[in-house]
């Protein structure tokens, strides 16, 4: 790459089944300008999300991506040049800047970040991953202490945090997730009182041992049959905060929904909620107290999975959405 060159990853295909590296091309692009209003940014960290997959079915909470254009996704930053009003050189802004190494943008479209070490954080606990964590478990969930809390992709980014803020809560807390090795993580280094594979074939059964009490919160990360199986385990007056649904987005969505929906929400009195963490965003202050705190105090330990180089975002996604991350997946570019 020279000084006036930008490497863009394009999406030059929708899947229509599996996301596959023949979807995605690494091309050349001139160095982008800012104009009034803009500042010039250097790409630092691509955020690797579940998400990513999901805008590629249609809009969701934001446009959807289309065949062509430079992959979106979330990224740390760090402003080169400005044309904008209260941004410098040097500054650190999270942003949708897409999958390339430079990006040009609306400074009402960035959000400024502290300078802090690692700067893997601002993408990780104290980015959209422990927001969401943070937010759908306390503010959705309402886990009070000695209830069970239940987590699905529970060795992923936002997983592993909502287990971990449901024992700091005083919860016994059961985390799903693919393979004995995820599992046994899960209970031996963050501390989480029981772990089901769901690869094991015995998800029911395997999930009534784990929480033999019943289940008070289901943060729910995945949809499809691992919801299905936590319905009917729910306690009356139990909460389901819907995250996401990954287990919809790599492929044709599935014929049918989980049964269940709604008798058992009817009879067992359940709040079932979904919930997007830019809603939270006023609020975010109050989080990074906490998670700061707890990540001081040892009892939140962050789990990060960082792959290097741009050239490999799309192999990063496809793997992530295959299981291959403990916690927050990011590209280094
Ligand atoms: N509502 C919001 O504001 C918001 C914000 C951020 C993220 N999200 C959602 O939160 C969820 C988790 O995101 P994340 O960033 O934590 O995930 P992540 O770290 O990106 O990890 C995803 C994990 O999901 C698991 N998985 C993949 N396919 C699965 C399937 N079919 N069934 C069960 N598990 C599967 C895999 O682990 P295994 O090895 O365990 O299968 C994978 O490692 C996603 O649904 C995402 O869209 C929502």
Known sequence: MTSTSNRQILLIEKPTGKLGPEHFKLSEAAMPEAKDGEALLRVRYISLDAANRAWMHGATYRSAVEANSVMAGGGIAEVVSSKAEGLAPG???????????????PAKHLTRMPRIEPLTYLLSVYGIAGLTAYFGLLDIGKPKAGETVVVSAAA????????????????????????????????????????VDYKDGALFKALRAAAPKGIDVYFDNVGGEILEACLPQMNNYGRIACCGAISQYDGA???????????????????????????????????????????????????????????????????????????KRMVKV
């Not at 800047?97 to 943008?105: E, H, N, P």
């Not at 046994?184 to 772990?195: K, M, N, S, V």
């Not at 290097?308 to 991350?325: F, M, S």
Request: hydrophobic share 45%.
């Open 91 to 105: 500054d650190i802004v999270f942003a949708d800047t897409g999958w390339q190494d430079y990006a040009a943008l």
């Open 156 to 195: 992923g980014s936002v997983g592993s945090i909502v287990g971990q803020i449901a024992k700091i809560k005083g919860c016994h807390v059961v985390g799903i997730a693919g393979g004995k090795d995820k599992c046994h993580w899960l209970t031996a280094e963050l501390g989480f009182d029981a772990a």
């Open 253 to 327: 969505p599935s014929a049918t929904g989980p049964r269940g929906v709604p008798g058992l929400i009817v009879v067992k009195r359940l709040v079932m909620q979904g919930f997007v963490v830019l809603d939270y965003m006023k609020e975010r202050d109050r989080a990074l107290v906490d998670l700061q705190g707890w990540v001081a105090s040892g009892q939140l330990k962050v789990q990060e999975d960082v792959i290097d180089g741009l050239e490999n975002t799309p192999k990063a996604l496809i793997g992530l959405l295959a299981g291959e991350n403990r916690g």
